[in-house]
């Protein structure tokens, strides 16, 4: 190899062994200076400038790198200074001198890669090479000029080297990178400053455009600058002349000093109203903003500020309203006529608007589908005259449709509840909240928790709606909540309500429901008269009590209107009117019954009992049956799709029967095997711990062999000690237990308040025990014993 730091001999071309650093998306051209940060290239920068600095005199070869091949051109350049600059990272200085050519890599000292070079000729200044450098220079001066750089076309004019005047294309910033490596790799400086004036007058068309363009821009603008002070001008001059728009559509302005001029209109209303107009008239068509603030004003315009609607006074009146649209539910009748004499005396003292809040109330209707819940708001509205809204909460999962959108977002709007308001026109509506217990949260907010502001009397005069910004008073709505299941409303929601239970219908009530509302009804969907279809107490009852099970009237709707097609049918076909529907003829009109009590033959087996629970469709039976494997060591097992506390009550419930089987009359050799706890409709998930007594009466009677009693069923929770623990739902399941045909039932002795809801009707039906120890439940509902000689022993039943 050449020695680094020999001199060339005269009349022959310049090589040298140099050091290169290869430099990624960064052409650099004779007569540049550059930074270069020492780190690029996991170090080989800083290796190839220690080695320049050791071996070179400060030299090295700076090239670009490519991706398809090694460039073939570089720069020789001069270390000029080491350290830290602008960033915090050490760089070094670089003066670009001459071109070279890369040649083969050598060998050399240090870590760093070492190239041959060889120095590019001197170029041939030709005439044709003068005349290229003229084009080349003006086309760069009126480009400098154009940007008003006259410091840069001092420099530039300045320069009079032919080859140094082309390299400076590498400052050129509308050239691409591509091409400035094309010009490093071309010696030829004749074909550079070809290149270089075709490619600067393509720059200069394409900067023409652009510049025309941005002045039709700017004209374009001002313009529009020019017609919006025109056009407040004109807005000046009609209304010193006292005109207005020709149909006062867009005049904000008028129509908010005519509502604020009205009486109790709220005065931080009138100033946010007053305060967007003010910047509506300072904003021109063409801004975004004023399609917000236009469909702001139009929505704070639109809502009843001072409009309220007068309730009725008369008590007898609401309360004829609300037996004609239901009947029975008079704790929710009881409620509204309390409610009005409430609100009547408050109105003859002039207590109507104490400190600013009203006498809104906020119920909660809860119960099983079918009962009537969501019909009630329509008939309270009527009742205490006033406007209707229904507000459909299910499946409801975004805070800002209780909220509202803020206004920067697009599209934004108010929440349901500002736009109920507006709906109905006054600002004490009766507002329904269905099905609240169905409403969600996930990443965009809780719901529920979102709703604790609108329910809670004590905050609601002042809600704040995210698309409003201005409070709003909701303490004089009757708001009306539904839900089907109370433990799934959270505790705090739950809590700002009055709840107010609907259980279900009896036989009767349905039997009543039916003829006086059912019938007519789908008679009607049906084109039907009295005069085509007789419907027989009977058939009522029937379908009532054998048809249906349910806790409302829904499916009892359902097979009336069946009922009703096939009569029609009938009567299409010829039949002679009227067409009876009895008990008899059911059959042939709905089908079979699919319902019918059978509770004494599944409790004919030992370790059977029916107990009662509640669901979300009301109250219901269900049995657990017990069972035992002659052999094996003790263990317990557990199915029916049971929640944990129904399988700790299983647990609890064995635990008790081993340990007091003397008191029991039981052989516990029979628990001592396995022992299997069943819960039928296997596919249904069951929970709770009202069915511990049941789960202590299957294991006794499994132990003693004595069925259970058909005819009785029982709730309860059990402790370790066999204390019987208070429930929940006792009417419901009471219900459920008449429905079945259950005519005694146990149940807990600290729920005997509980009684006093459930209808006279059920109770005449049922006998009722009122137990405090699980051991009088299991003498009282097993089976009286049989001595050897087949004759039943009924002193356990007479000690019960």
Known sequence: MSDPTSAPEPGQPTTRDLPVLFLPDVVILPGMVVPVELDLDEGAARAAVDAARTTTDDELLVAPRLDDRYATYGVVARVEQVGRFSSSRPAAVLRAVRRARIGSGVPGPGAALWVETTQAPEPEVTERVRELVKDYRSLVIADLQRREAWQVVDQFSALTDPDAIADTAGWAAYLSAERKRELLETPDLEARLERLVEWTREHHAEAEVSDRIGAEVREGMEKTQREYLLRQQLAAIRKELGEGQPDGSDDYRARVEALVATDG??????????????????????????????????????????????????????????????????????????????????????????????????????????????????????????????????????????????????????????????????????????????????????????????????????????????????????????????????????????????????????????????????????????????????????????????????QLERLLAKAFRRAATRLAEGATAPVRVDADGLRDLVGRARFTPDAHERTSVPGVTTGLAVTGLGGDVLYVEAGALPEGSPALSLTGQLGEVMKESAQIALTFVRSHAAELGIDVSVLDHPVHVHVPAGAIPKDGPSAGITMVTSLASLATGRPVRGDVAMTGEVSLTGKVMPIGGLKQKLLAAQRAGITEVFVPARNEPDLDDVPAEVLDALTVHLVSDVRDVVAGALEPAEDESGVRDDGAAAAA
């Open 265 to 554: 209109f709220p005065a931080p209303v009138a100033e946010a109203l007053e305060r967007e107009v003010d910047k509506l008239e300072r904003s021109s068509d063409q801004n975004p903003e004023t399609s917000w603030i236009r469909t702001w004003l139009d929505t704070v315009l639109e809502l009843p500020w001072t409009k309220r609607t007068v309730d009725t006074t008369d008590i007898a009146a609401a309360r004829a309203v609300l037996d004609a649209d239901h009947h029975g539910l008079e704790d929710v009748k009881d409620r509204i006529v309390e409610h009005l004499a409430v609100r009547a005396r408050r109105a003859e003292r002039g207590l109507e608007l104490v400190g600013g809040r009203g006498s809104g109330a906020v119920l909660l209707l809860a119960g099983p589908p079918g009962v009537g819940k969501t019909s009630l708001g329509e008939s309270v509205a009527r009742a205490l005259g006033r406007d209707f809204v229904r507000v459909a909460l299910g499946g409801v999962r975004d805070e800002a449709e209780i909220r509202g959108h803020r206004r920067t977002y697009v599209g934004a709007l108010p929440g349901r509840i500002v736009r109920a308001v507006k709906e109905a026109g006054s600002m004490n509506p009766v507002v329904l909240l269905d099905e609240v217990d169905k409403v969600g949260a996930d990443q965009r907010g809780d719901v529920a928790s979102a709703l604790l502001e609108v329910l809670d009397p004590a905050q609601n005069h002042t809600f704040r709606d995210h698309y409003l910004e201005l409070d709003l008073d909701l303490s004089d709505v009757l708001f009306i909540a539904t839900a089907n299941v109370v433990e799934q409303i959270p505790g705090p929601l739950l809590d700002r309500m009055e709840l107010i239970t609907l259980d279900g219908y009896t036989e009767d009530d349905k039997v009543a429901i039916a003829r006086d509302y059912l019938v007519p009804r789908q008679l009607e969907r049906a084109a039907l008269t009295s005069d085509e279809v007789e419907v027989t107490d009977d058939a009522l009852r029937e379908l009532a009590a054998n048809h249906t099970r349910e806790a409302g009237v829904r």
